[in-house]
């Protein structure tokens, strides 16, 4: 009697726990919870940048819809436990997850792609991106060539990835959107770009990758070792330069004054602070000067 009435206590409880916890998702599990809150996940309402170009992202982070007609195309998708409120912002704009049939990928680091996975379940969207970013978004974790592999934290994982080169253009309704490699901050880093209009006016938006020469305490930019990466950062950079760009966004708005324009543009959706044509120059600059400024600290204090 005792052993039955334990075990009827037992079943309670167990069923009692089971009711009051909220099953763990594992693609949505935060990462960095505090910090990504604090530096990226401020909300901003999602708003039309230009002609079929909106932004459903983040104050720290962007994540820019496009709307072709025959379907939408992300670019980015934050971090895993934003997934739900960039979906809400989607949704809010009038669109339906079911209609994103394409994922962009700028870098594969956490806080850009850790929300891939639960983005592909929920959407169906096909993840692309450079080849070498692949290998990186189809293991969850960095490989030593990245500059900030001893701090990156893994993010869930997706196994089908479309590879484009640079220069490669992917067509769906009335946007072509070509493929331009940035590396530099990441190997695998890849810019975007495409054309948007409203009415007679057309404008070329670049959706540039991080450029930011950031790491973890081993990686030299200057060192020999790392000489073949940071040539091609510097190439980065220089072809940046000369992009046609009227349109910037970036990674993380902050890196080139993003933030601003976005508080700009809701305050006065009329005249559009994003139609900048030296946005892209800019941006290049900036980072150079970043770039230059880092290898100088590396040989005046090696660590
Ligand atoms: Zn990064």
Request: aromatic residues 6%; proline residues 6%; glycine residues 8%.
């Amino acid at each position: 009697m005792l052993r039955q009435l334990t075990a009827v206590m037992l079943a309670m409880a167990t069923g009692l726990a089971g009711a009051t916890e909220v099953p763990e998702d594992p693609l949505t599990k935060p990462i960095a919870e505090e910090f990504a809150k604090r530096k990226w996940l401020t909300p901003i309402p999602p708003v039309r940048i230009f002609g079929n170009t909106y932004s459903v992202g983040f104050e720290g982070l962007s994540v820019t819809l496009i709307h072709t007609g025959k379907g939408l195309i992300l670019v980015d998708a934050a971090l895993p436990q934003s997934v739900s409120a960039l979906e809400a912002n989607v949704r809010s704009l009038g669109f339906q997850l079911s209609d994103i049939k394409y994922i962009l990928s700028t870098e594969p680091h956490y806080d850009h792609a850790g929300g891939l996975a639960a983005l592909v379940r929920d959407t169906g969207g096909q993840v692309v991106a450079s080849k070498s970013a692949a290998v990186v978004l189809q293991s969850g974790r960095a490989g030593p060539d990245d500059p900030q592999f001893a701090e990156l934290p893994e993010f869930p994982k997706i196994i089908d990835v479309r590879h484009m080169r640079d220069g490669q253009k992917l067509r769906l309704g009335d946007t072509v959107i070509t493929a331009i490699a940035t590396p530099g901050h990441t190997a695998g880093s890849m810019s975007w770009t495409w054309q948007s209009c409203e009415g007679e006016s057309c404008k070329t938006i670049v959706f540039g990758s991080s450029l930011n020469p950031v790491s973890d305490d081993h990686y030299h930019y200057g060192a020999e070792a790392n000489r073949k990466a940071t040539d091609k950062f510097r190439a980065t950079i220089a072809r940046m330069r000369k992009l046609r760009c009227d349109i910037l966004i970036t990674a993380h708005p902050a890196q080139s004054g993003g933030d601003v324009k976005f508080r700009a543009l809701l305050a006065n959706p009329v005249s559009n602070p994003f139609f900048d044509s030296a946005a892209c120059r800019n941006y290049a600059d900036r980072h150079e000067q970043l770039l230059n400024e880092r290898i100088a600290k590396e040989s005046a204090a090696p660590r």
